[in-house]
């Protein structure tokens, strides 16, 4: 078992660029989490998906942060465009079939954006 | 929507001795409390869950107490060993653990030798 893979697992950009940070996560598992790992915010969630549908998207910061899923397979965060606030650890995790509730993370994204 | 409280920030125990972390939540539909464990420069591992029909679970050195009454739940660590140094974090769901996890700010546990 691979567990959840992650890409690209460093990222630096500029400011007002766009950023794709991308998942897949455990083959078989129907959940998938995005979260926002900083120094001052602690981990935060931003959005989880149940059978590749957004259930809540409460924790997205901005209209500038968006992602999918368009299989059970794939899932990317956007933002376009990134600001310096931006910067953090972006994990991804995802849960087995019937919500037995065990997340497991992947290695994570770290964000740099100057 | 929930909000989870985690104490201390910061926990020194002597190798060997006992370590407890606590936490409290908000949301009494909160069903499901995992505790996650992060090495630094790591992803958070699962370390231990506990689900709210059950008051206390332990495995090995690790064990979790729920007081649903009270809304708080702790992290008990016997014979703590140097590998046991890490940030440990709480975290609460509802829907017994299908929804998202709202987690603490972390508890960085230093064992000295």
């Known amino acids: 078992d691979a567990g959840v893979i992650q890409s690209p697992r460093h990222e630096v950009t500029e400011m007002g660029q766009e950023v794709t940070l991308r998942c897949k996560p455990i083959?078989?598992?129907?959940?998938l989490f995005w979260y926002r790992q900083t120094m001052m915010r602690g981990l935060e969630l931003l959005i989880y998906f149940n059978n590749n549908v957004p259930i809540d998207d409460s924790g997205m910061p901005e209209d500038r942060f968006s992602a999918k899923m368009p299989n059970a397979s794939f899932s990317t965060l956007k933002i376009q465009p990134s600001e310096p606030r931006d910067s953090a650890v972006y994990f991804c995790?995802?849960?087995?079939?019937?919500?037995?509730?065990?997340?497991?993370f992947g290695p994570g994204t770290r964000l740099t954006v100057t | 929507g929930e909000n989870v409280e985690q104490h201390p920030s910061t926990l020194s125990v002597q190798e060997g001795d006992s370590a407890v972390i606590k936490c409290t939540y908000s949301d009494s539909a909160s069903n499901y409390f995992p505790w996650y464990k992060q090495e630094l420069g790591k992803r958070p591992q699962l370390i231990i869950d506990i689900r709210s029909n059950v008051g206390e679970k332990k495995d090995q050195r690790i064990a979790v107490t729920l007081n649903k009454t009270a809304k708080h739940f702790s992290l008990h660590i016997t014979e703590t060993q140097p590998e046991d140094s890490a940030v440990y974090f709480c975290?609460?769901?509802?829907?017994?653990?299908?929804?998202?996890?709202?987690f603490g700010k972390g508890t960085h546990l230093i064992i000295q030798p």
């Open positions: 995790a995802s849960s087995p079939t019937g919500g037995s509730g065990e997340q497991y």
């Open positions: 975290a609460a769901s509802s829907g017994g653990g299908a929804d998202g996890l709202t």
């Open positions: 083959s078989g598992h129907n959940s």
